[in-house]
């Protein structure tokens, strides 16, 4: 084959080959109906690993342009919708100029690897790992419960008995004092902060995030049309002083923090800075969204009370979440804050799809009450622990002079300075070679050198190996 993948390019290998083999199909060089190579056969023609092609594939199946079935190979549709010039809709068109931006090339990168991947290690997850769930719990509290007979639609801000639930929750674990009326149950945390962004803010609205963020790895801000302007974070979080300077050069119009073991670096925003944060909105008058998903999961038994639990102004939007103290596919979140912003934002989520289904509001409720639920955030504290110290001890063993961390003192992850300069994208791929995918920093904003690494999603054996993997990663790019 004379074509070849570009490795220097910035386009993922993935994205080129299904690029070329599209190019090939609309020019009816592969007409429709002709059987395209095998994945292994291409896989070796292009010298690239086979799950690239079968992502490749995968993804060309999606668009409409191959057919597979099992034992008869890949074949080009004999409706190829994606690419006829004429009476047929051009849907790759449409799929691309939509409002809402598609996830980064890089993070579709490793999660589409992370979907097909046999066998490997996921460093870049930031989920639980299987053996901490609560499912055992889970299963004998369902077994005593009897379903409602209503299931008709719910109300907007979610099932009453759970946000009656939630607001004593968090008078009990944050010192939040709040009422049902006050609480909107969300899909996720990220629906949230999806409706934060589409209901209150305008496009060209200036924002502020810390730098490295999380949400910089959301493209929900740009498609909401948002400017994001970021705020460095040191060991003790963003300096408050910076929100003033950012104010003054672009009036910015809403600041997202995430102080308790911030994602990615782990950092801890001192309480100093959160009565400094507080007051500087409150003089500027713009609200601050907090976003809390991990602070119950401290490893050294310090709580660290949110911004929200000193706001008696109702200036912060508090977006809470069970994704990562119970699990993500129960996709249960919660906003707090004042009743006119609740009410605006359950409207919208009317609109929108007439709420969460009451089902793992059910559960969610349950398990909230439980007093099995104490005991379960107890063990997963010190089960991540010791997968924090697994992971720290083999980082000092294998990489004590490539890298450098800070020991997070909380939630989920370790972020690590690299010694080399090295080019992300090359360090995702080289690591999709050898079966371990990690975050990036540069999908949080930072420049190129830093990885997140995740010890939750792995089981504590596993760990020393996985970083041993990533070793070898590293002195290869
Ligand atoms: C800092 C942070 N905020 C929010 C979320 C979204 O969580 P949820 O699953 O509740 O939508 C995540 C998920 O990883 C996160 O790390």
């Not at 668009?63 to 849907?91: A, D, F, M, Q, Y």
């Not at 799809?353 to 010190?382: T, W």
Request: aromatic share 10%; glycine share 8%.
């Amino acid at each position: 084959m004379e074509w070849k993948v570009d490795r220097e390019a910035d386009k993922p290998l993935y994205q080129q080959i299904f690029e070329y083999i599209e190019e090939k199909i609309s020019y009816g060089e592969y007409p429709p109906g002709s059987l395209l190579p095998s994945e292994r056969k291409l896989a070796q023609q292009l010298n690239v690993n086979r799950m690239t092609i079968a992502h490749v594939y995968d993804e060309l199946q999606a668009s409409g342009l191959v057919e597979r079935k099992k034992g008869s190979g890949t074949r080009v549709s004999s409706h190829k919708w994606g690419i006829l010039p004429k009476g047929v809709t051009n849907w790759r068109k449409y799929i691309e100029g939509g409002s809402f931006i598609p996830s980064y090339p890089l993070i579709r990168r490793i999660r589409g690897e992370a979907k097909v991947m046999e066998g490997g290690y996921n460093l870049a997850s930031g989920k639980l790992s299987s053996d901490l769930f609560p499912t055992d719990y889970l299963q004998s509290i369902l077994s005593e419960y009897t379903f409602p007979t209503d299931l008709g639609y719910e109300h907007p801000q979610g099932l009453l008995s759970l946000r009656e639930t939630i607001a004593s929750y968090v008078k009990t674990y944050h010192n939040i004092h709040t009422t049902s009326s006050s609480v909107l149950i969300t899909s996720g945390a990220q629906q949230a902060l999806h409706l934060i962004t589409q209901c209150l803010l305008n496009p060209g609205d200036a924002v502020a995030i810390e730098a490295p963020s999380y949400f910089y790895s959301l493209p929900l801000f740009q498609s909401a049309g948002l400017r994001i302007f970021g705020l460095p974070v040191d060991s003790e979080g963003m300096n408050p002083d910076d929100i003033m300077t950012l104010y003054k050069k672009h009036k910015i119009r809403m600041i997202f923090l995430n102080p308790t073991y911030h994602s990615p670096t782990g950092a801890i925003l001192s309480s100093t800075r959160r009565l400094q944060v507080l007051e500087i909105a409150a003089e500027l008058g713009i609200p601050i969204v907090e976003d809390d998903p991990v602070s119950l999961l401290s490893f050294d038994n310090e709580q660290h009370s949110p911004i929200k639990s000193f706001d008696r102004n109702g200036n912060v939007l508090y977006v809470g979440s069970l994704s990562k103290v119970i699990g993500s596919s129960l996709r249960i979140g919660w906003l707090i804050g004042p009743q006119s912003v609740i009410n605006r934002l359950a409207d919208a989520r009317e609109q929108i799809d007439f709420g969460l289904s009451v089902f793992p509001q059910i559960i969610a409720n349950l398990l909230l009450q439980s007093s099995e639920y104490p005991k379960h955030l107890e063990f997963l504290r010190q089960e991540l622990l010791e997968r924090r110290n697994e992971m720290l001890s083999a980082l000092q063993d294998l990489l004590g002079d490539k890298i450098e961390f800070t020991i997070p003192k909380g939630g989920f992850f370790i972020w690590c300075k690299l010694n080399k300069s090295v080019d992300d994208q090359k360090l995702v791929e080289a690591g999709i070679k050898h079966k371990i995918l990690f975050m990036p920093g540069s999908v949080y904003g930072s420049p190129n050198g830093y990885v997140r690494l995740t010890f939750a999603h792995l089981k504590k054996e596993s760990i020393r190996d996985a970083v041993s993997q990533f070793a070898e990663v590293l002195n290869q790019v």
